[in-house]
Nanobody
Framework: QVQLVESGGGLVQAGGSLRLSCAAS????????VGWYRQAPGKQRELVAVITSGGTTNYADSVKGRFTISRDNAKKTVYLQMNSLKPEDTSLYHC??????????WGQGTQVTVSS
């Protein structure tokens, strides 16, 4: 059974940093593409960062230069380092594969709240 478990969220002041973690199990982690998504209340879910099996990354314009996605295949974990946080980054953050996202399979996510 595939599981992706997010952690690391919290409350932080604007300008601060957080590092999110996404621990995977039940999947051949080293070959999958993983994305970090976020959804604020009343807004559509947004893909903010993605990393391929080879380590190629891509970012939404809204987070480019502030967020960094990385992966540790030995630990089956993907990270999202978030710096220079803004109140508009406040959201519920999820990690997921593209296939699971299309299937509507989501974990609990981790809440990030940025105060002004």
């Amino acid at each position: 059974q595939v599981q992706l478990v997010e952690s690391g969220g919290g409350l932080v002041q604007a300008g601060g940093s957080l590092r999110l973690s996404c621990a995977a199990s039940g999947i051949n982690f080293s070959i999958i593409i993983v994305g970090w998504y976020r959804q604020a209340p009343g807004k559509q879910r947004e893909l903010v960062a993605v990393i391929t099996s080879g380590g190629t990354t891509n970012y939404a314009d809204s987070v480019k230069g502030r967020f960094t996605i990385s992966r540790d295949n030995a630990k089956k974990t993907v990270y999202l380092q978030m710096n220079s946080l803004k109140p508009e980054d406040t959201s519920l953050y999820h990690c997921n594969t593209g296939q699971r996202a299309q299937e509507g399979s989501w974990g609990q996510g981790t809440q990030v709240t940025v105060s002004s």
